[in-house]
């Protein structure tokens, strides 16, 4: 029997290329680089299954023109990149990857708060520059973590992961989550559910693990952020979208919240220039799950939803 076409819009790791090649029929993008619509809706045309990455829109006009398309299998634990209603209509299964960036990201997450709240981006400029004349007892001094307050919103996989790492540091846990969670659960992670509004004014650090929806988007707005402290710092792993970037841009020059750790942007892969000037954040370009070992546990996963609809079994990992 002929193997499955697979489409797959960027190259993954080569254990995953492999473990690809092996089982399907592989169409993949020869470009280190997103391909465009143009090319997506060329690629998808007589495949079986896609493969996308966050970064592609897999809208309406994608999923028709994939005429034979039986699967989604988005390379992300978010799927807000996808028409999930269209292919609902199509019967077109999608997956995602969730679980197996959890501590990943959870890790990065520490990074940034860490990054922005002692300044490392520009105590490493500094040196890097040459310009470091030594140490100095007022040089470059930045905020604590421990017995601070983290406000973390959204308490999924990942939220929860950052509690577990807040813990470590000694911090005092709040969260706000559309699903709270047991007694039970909350006494084990040692946080406390609090309403979005309390959270805001109360954390010294906020944190986003939430999915991109149209609850979501600029949930955290100018109303938002002047309810936060101004000694307070906003991280975001999540989507860029969720923060209204204009507003946070206007809290940070007016000082009205003290720093940002960002790795997501509204308009990936467009940062602000006035943001990219200010010295009080620290910006990533997404590389939230960007570990060796992430990257081949999510292709991994890829494989199996794929690898279980082509079987005529149900993927582990449908999202619809
Ligand atoms: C995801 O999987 O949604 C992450 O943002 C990838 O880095």
Redesign the pocket.
């Known amino acids: 029997m002929a193997k499955p076409l697979v489409f797959l819009t960027r190259s993954l790791p080569d254990a995953v290329m492999k473990e690809l090649k092996d089982r399907f029929q592989l169409r993949s993008n020869p470009h280190d680089r997103p391909l465009s619509k143009k090319e997506i809706l060329k690629g998808i045309r007589n495949a079986d299954g896609l493969i996308s990455m966050?970064s592609d829109p897999i809208d309406r006009e994608v999923i028709d023109a994939g005429k034979k398309l039986k699967i989604i299998a988005n390379?992300?634990?978010?799927?807000n990149n996808i028409d999930i209603q269209t292919a609902a209509e199509r019967k077109i299964a999608v997956t995602?990857?969730p679980g197996v960036?959890t501590e990943t990201?959870a890790d990065l997450t520490f990074g940034l708060l860490l990054a922005a709240a002692r300044r490392l981006s520009e105590a490493e400029q500094l040196l890097r520059s040459g310009k470091w004349t030594g140490w100095a007892p007022t040089q470059l001094l930045g905020t604590d973590l421990y017995g601070k307050t983290i406000g973390i919103i959204g308490m999924g996989r990942i939220g929860q992961a950052v509690a577990r790492r807040a813990a470590g540091f000694s911090m005092r846990t709040l969260y706000h989550s559309r699903h709270p969670l047991s007694p039970t659960a909350e006494k084990s992670l040692s946080i406390t559910f609090l309403p979005f509004s309390h959270l805001l004014r109360e954390s010294d650090f906020i944190t986003l693990h939430l999915p991109l929806t149209g609850e979501s988007r600029h949930l955290i707005g100018q109303k938002a952020l002047h309810a936060m402290k101004p000694t307070a710092f906003l991280i975001n792993?999540?989507?860029g979208p969720i923060v209204d970037e204009p507003a946070l841009i206007r809290a940070l020059a007016e000082k009205r919240i003290a720093g940002a750790g960002l790795d997501?942007f509204e308009k990936e892969p467009r940062v602000p220039r006035r943001l990219s000037r200010m010295k009080n954040v620290v910006l990533l370009p997404?590389?939230?799950?960007?570990s060796t070992e992430t990257r081949v546990r999510?292709g991994m996963m890829v494989l199996e939803n794929l690898s279980a609809l082509f079987a005529g079994q149900e993927p582990p990992n449908m999202v619809n």
Do not use: E
Not at 75 to 79: E, I, K, L
């Open positions: 966050l390379y992300a634990v978010g799927y995602n990857t960036l990201t792993t999540s989507r997501v997404h590389i939230g799950s960007a999510m």
